[in-house]
């Protein structure tokens, strides 16, 4: 098959393609990101790019992503352009992601220990030195010294540990130190064993796999601290941005094999780097504990994910077996043993498990609510003595799907948005400092400009445009109604920034679909929002949110704002204490077994509640009476 | 570096090798066998070899292993020669082992089977199929039913069988053939989760690991039968044709690592020979037991045997902890499980503990004595009741070490020995056929040789040729005293075929530690050898002994006939009864515990009995009647 060569710009990247590959995988493997937020079916339309020179053969015309003209000047479909011959392709800001953002940003977050008493623990074993008349061999020793001084009957030997067992007994007047994992339903591990007499670093992993992004941070066992978190974007991106694009893709050909790589390359790099950071060698791991979605656990385990989206929706697994690290492909010891955190169902993970961990929910006599924004809304309602939970199918708004200048929290996005009523003029900010131009809306973004658009009276309760209010920015776009956010000059794009009624249409499903959610499961226990002592919101949405306007819009229930709490990315924490101490590992697994898991499908009132949720902040004008007050001027916010 | 091509005759292979590489390590690499006793000291003498043209750094000049005439003539020991130029090199027969032997021969062994329960069995899981009601995970639900309807609480599920799990499940029904691996203080493991509907070929492959010859064999798990064994020379044997002499090697540089490698390819040519003929794919091995002596294990897991000869002689492991096969590099599913049979102490290991389950001595109520002949002996003493044990270190001359000719039993070696007092003349077999020359003697033809010149008179009691017995065939020779075998015409070598005093004083002083051993051994619990109802004779070296022979050198004692049985390789028959059956992998733990081990060189009394056993058969006569009445000539053998 002949070889062609096409050059992206703006970086200039050249690379060597076989006529017949599609434009999006050419750039995967240039190592440049196009968004595909279907995965590569043609049917987002996010993967936009503009053929320069040269050609391409594209099996989509004009129509649904772009007008005959842009089609004419050269815009294309990446997902549905295959190579013919050489070219040259401009890859337009708002079809990428920058990774950059991930890559440089901290998290500090309050990790609050009950016990500090690791899943992995270094422990001082002294035998009696063999004699003539006790010429007892050394694993033997070792096994019949576990037993009698530590009450550990038949810990399995790893063979590492095994093959440095003579010298280190010898080495050190037949004293070791023994680092030892201990997980439920196990038979305790010795991992390693090491002089007693050098310092000897004990540290775990805990990764949160995301869809979107994956992070990862050390914490140091002995000391009981976890260090500094670290984040990436999920190299499965490139194959599709939500979960059911990765399963889709996942079952294609090689498809599980490459998404299995890519996670297993992110999460090698995280550990890498945090490793370089700390100073330490990767047989410092002695532990790693993973926690996210039921379809990335699969993906990252190489375990099949596709019946999670076929009927009756059956992940392969929700607890996991006994692994090892390495077995993954992880670049750690051999021994190291692998925790993947519990899900509930296929829609309710593991990284709800952690989060719930994290949030204390579970321990607490206070009803709480813990939600997880995002395409794949997670809800939790209950208290120390019940729980249940529930996933809703959002749909992309909350990350940029379905939104015209949608985007992740990523540099040029548009984050924060106030509306002037006086003047009718607006202000907004734009992640990545004052000279980043503008070039989509984040999720938080929107929900800013769609809150402060309605508390000004420029949106109805319909989510449609009140022309009168804002003349000069409201027109007639290509898609309907729209509302000018930034002249094109302004903006880092060919184009006009703007909102549309369809974009606030995709948002008010988005929250409807939530808001109806915690209605449902509420009334399943025979209670309502009132009954809410406390809204926890968790994983990395929330981290932007402006609370007063995600009550607004209907988001959040309209609750004093003291009882809401964030707690950043609380899949990570989970993990986080499940590597600290084992009786919250324990404690994992009973949460997850205390997770009632609750169809909202199934539910007739479900789709009751989210017809009436279609309005702004909602229809039944009692659940948000100081929003509406708001809205008719009568309180300031 | 420099390299030079080196070329040995008589196969006239060559081969580049740097200079200042031994000529020992050069043959080792070309995969050409030359013998070294003493793992390449220089102090064996067996690695002769001639230097045709070229040349060589020589380490060691004339002395002890070759006469000025003969180092002039280009006698060179290879292990003391190193490369400085190219050179053509001669290997003599006698410095050569010949493989084919071990590779052809093929054992047939009854094994008697108690109960077939093998310690991997495949058993049919059925489960409910997930409906919408009822979608717990295919892993949580496979847990639940093992625990339910088997009574299996928390398998370990191997990857492997973790990735195949969706699709078979889905394939069959919700059923599935969980192949199940089961052995004491384990979690049950799954090791594969299969088809119920396709023909399943479940096998364990059982290692006998000898220090000289490795045997294998495959079995039929769900019939409970097994296949053929097939031999190899342990590839160790180029590093030191003993455990002491590997145990030195080991702790030279990478030594370890090159031994474990031999043994390691051993085993996998072993196991891809019988999968081949039997036409089966490795994937069809679900479990691996080896059985070995102390030494040869801890070579086989690539741990250090040092202290094994270091006092107080402490192995590193007498049990082992669970292994998988792939961990080791076999070349096997990374499930499959290896259970390697545990040892009683340095000196004796799971072969005899293997062999003592193949002999059923551990059951039956008669005053039982099991040995295994060796440079290395292994003496049992017991029954039903209680069990002792001692090694006894007799020295190579049962393999053909400090014997002036002496060889392992391969083609060339003299086996069979008659002497026929009437004309005072000999005849003598080969192995090998008719038309193959004698090149040395091995163990059980030195014994031959032993008991019939004693028997005929021409040998007395201490050993020293009669000269008058035999004048034409006793003369003065380099090392002493020395009786002429054949003439060099009549031999594959370069001079006469002889043996000498020395070798018989080796001989003796070997047969004498055995049968000294078994004194010690029985008076250590008040009995004496007519108080044995049974012996018998395991290992390899059983094979070819002809009884009345080794009684009359005083090797066995003077017991009917009939009391005495060979059972061939019962360390192999051991290990493949093992795989059978988990409760006779139970009774092998059982009896590792019960044997208890006796130090017959801190019994003062063992150096008496030795020294009364210097003698043929021994100094005692009362011991042997009916040995001494024949060589009195008043009894017919």
New interface residues.
């Given amino acids: 098959m002949s070889e062609h060569q096409i050059i992206f710009k703006p970086e200039n990247r050249t690379v060597s393609a076989p006529a017949g590959l599609s434009l999006m995988e050419v750039a995967s493997r240039a190592g440049i990101h196009i968004n595909a937020s279907c995965g590569g079916e043609g049917v987002c339309g996010r993967c936009r790019v503009e053929l320069l020179s040269g050609q391409l053969r594209s099996e989509s015309g004009p129509g649904t992503f772009f007008t005959t003209e842009e089609y004419a000047k050269g815009f294309r479909l990446a997902c549905q352009c295959f190579v013919e011959g050489p070219a040259e392709i401009n890859i337009p800001p708002e079809s990428r992601a920058d990774a950059s953002l991930y890559a440089q940003a901290e998290e500090h977050e309050a990790i609050t220990l009950d016990t500090l008493n690791p899943l992995v623990r270094n422990l001082t074993v002294e035998l009696t030195p063999?004699?003539?008349g006790?010429?007892?061999?050394?694993?033997?020793r070792l096994?019949l010294t576990l037993d009698q001084n530590h009450n550990l009957?038949?810990p399995?030997?790893?063979?590492a540990a095994?093959?440095e067992?003579?010298?280190t007994l010898?080495e050190n007047g037949f004293s070791a130190r023994a680092t030892l994992f201990e997980a439920p339903?196990?038979?305790a591990r010795i991992l390693e064993l090491s002089s007693t007499q050098a310092a000897q670093p004990l540290y775990a992993a805990a990764v949160d796999i995301g869809t979107t992004t994956v992070w990862a941070r050390l914490i140091d066992l002995n000391k009981g601290q976890p260090g500094p978190a670290r984040g990436d974007l999920n190299g499965q991106i490139s194959f599709g941005e939500d979960v059911i694009s990765r399963i889709v893709f996942s079952g294609k050909g090689d498809g599980l094999a490459r998404l299995r790589e890519r996670i297993t390359a992110n999460i090698n790099q995280l550990l890498d780097l945090l490793l370089t950071e700390a100073g330490l060698s990767r047989n410092s791991l002695a532990l790693i504990v993973t926690a996210g979605n039921t379809t990335m656990s699969h993906l990252f385990?190489?375990?099949?994910p596709?019946?999670i989206r076929l009927?009756?929706?059956?992940?392969?697994?929700?607890?996991?077996?006994?692994?090892k690290a390495a077995?993954?492909g992880l670049n750690v010891r051999?021994s190291t043993p692998l925790l993947i955190f519990p899900?509930v169902?296929?829609y309710v993970g593991g990284d709800i498990v952690a989060g719930v961990l994290a949030s204390g929910l579970y321990k607490q006599p206070e009803l709480t609510l813990f939600i997880d924004v995002g395409t794949n809304g997670e809800i939790v309602v209950g208290n120390q003595d019940w729980m249940t939970c529930a996933a809703c199918s959002a749909g992309p708004a909350f990350e940029g799907g379905g939104v015209k200048f949608g985007m992740r929290a990523a540099p040029g996005a548009v984050d924060q948005f106030y509306y002037n009523r006086a003047d009718r003029r607006h202000t907004l900010a734009v992640i990545g400092g004052p000279g980043e131009k503008p070039i989509g809306i984040c999720g938080s973004g929107l929900i800013n400009i769609v809150a402060e658009l309605f508390l000004a009276g420029v949106l109805d309760q319909r989510g449609k445009f009140v022309l009168q209010a804002a003349p000069n920015l409201i027109r007639q776009g290509e898609d309907g109604v729209e509302y000018l956010l930034r002249p094109q000059a302004e903006t880092g794009l060919d184009r006009d920034l703007v909102l549309t009624e369809i974009d606030i249409e995709n948002l008010i499903r988005a929250k409807g679909a939530m808001y109806s959610g915690y209605q449902t499961l509420l009334e399943s226990v025979g209670l309502t929002m009132n009954n809410l002592e406390r809204v926890i919101i968790g994983g990395g949405f929330g981290k932007s949110l402006n609370l007063a306007n995600a009550i607004a819009i209907g988001l959040l229930p309209e609750l004093p704002i003291e009882k809401f709490a964030y707690i950043g990315n609380s899949s990570l924490t989970g993990a986080t204490l499940a590597a600290l101490s084992r009786s919250l590992w324990e404690t994992a697994g009973t949460i997850k077994d205390g997770l009632t898991n609750f169809?909202l499908s199934?539910t007739p009132s479900y789709m009751d509640y989210y017809m009436a949720s279609q309005f702004l902040p909602h229809t039944q004008s009692d659940l948000f009476p100081r929003t509406l007050a708001r809205v008719r001027g009568e309180a300031a916010s």
């Fill in positions: 063999p004699t003539e006790d010429n007892l061999a050394d694993y033997d096994v009957a038949w399995q030997l790893e063979l095994l093959l067992m003579p010298t010898r339903n196990q038979p385990a190489g375990l099949t596709q019946n009927g009756p929706y059956v992940p392969a697994a929700a607890t996991w077996p006994f692994l077995e993954l051999s899900s169902s296929s169809e199934e």
